[in-house]
């Protein structure tokens, strides 16, 4: 991914984070309903901008994982 759609993903995942601080430091309850509902717009948003990222790679389903491609196993 490009550093525009891990920007995105860094964003919303600070957001759900704070969001979490928020409901354990029992602040009033518009606070983390707000807090909730930007969350939710952010995932979307982060959602659709990782989807339509403009990502290349060579991998294939036959490289299985990246670092421990099935062809190269020494077992």
Do not use: C, H
């Amino acid at each position: 991914m490009q550093n525009s759609a891990m920007f995105w993903v860094a964003l919303t995942t600070l957001i759900l984070v704070s969001v979490t601080v928020m409901v354990s430091m029992n602040l009033p309850f518009n606070l983390i309903f707000f807090g909730t509902v930007i969350g939710q717009v952010f995932v979307v948003i982060m959602v659709y901008n990782v989807l339509t990222d403009n990502y290349k790679t060579a991998k294939t389903f036959e490289d299985f994982y990246e670092d421990n491609p099935i062809g190269n196993r020494t077992n």
